[in-house]
């Protein structure tokens, strides 16, 4: 089994920062990408940022500049440092990884509980 467990959410006034946490645990051969997501209440789930393997970084539009996403293999963690929060960041914040647990080339996919996140204007 393989759990994925964030942190580092909480309530910033708008401006401010909050760095987010996401580290892999269980039955782990290798992780490809590690990616966060997020939901604001009535609307879709939408992909923020995303990291490979190899360290290469991708954003959406509406964060580039403001967020990096980072990552310690060694520690199978994903990290999120959002900066200039504004309150349309306001939003649960997910992990996902692209996970093999085994050596066979099959990667599944597994997701974190979530980490609210709410920046006040």
């Known amino acids: 089994q393989v759990q994925l467990v964030e942190s580092g959410g909480g309530l910033v006034q708008a401006g401010g920062s909050l760095r987010l946490s996401c580290t892999a645990s269980?039955?782990?051969?290798?992780?490809?990408?590690m990616n966060w997501h997020r939901q604001a209440p009535g609307k879709q789930r939408e992909l923020v940022a995303v990291?490979?393997?190899?360290?290469?970084?991708n954003y959406a539009a509406s964060v580039k500049g403001r967020f990096t996403i980072s990552r310690d293999n060694a520690k199978n963690t994903v990290y999120l440092q959002m900066n200039s929060l504004k309150p349309e960041d306001t939003a649960v914040y997910y992990c996902?990884?692209?996970?093999?647990?085994?050596?066979?080339?099959?990667?599944?996919?597994?997701w974190g509980q979530g980490t609210q996140v709410t920046v006040s204007s």
């Open positions: 996902n990884a692209e996970i093999r647990p085994d050596p066979s080339p099959y990667l599944y996919s597994y």
């Open positions: 269980g039955t782990i051969f290798s992780i490809s990408a």
């Open positions: 990291t490979t393997s190899g360290g290469t970084t």
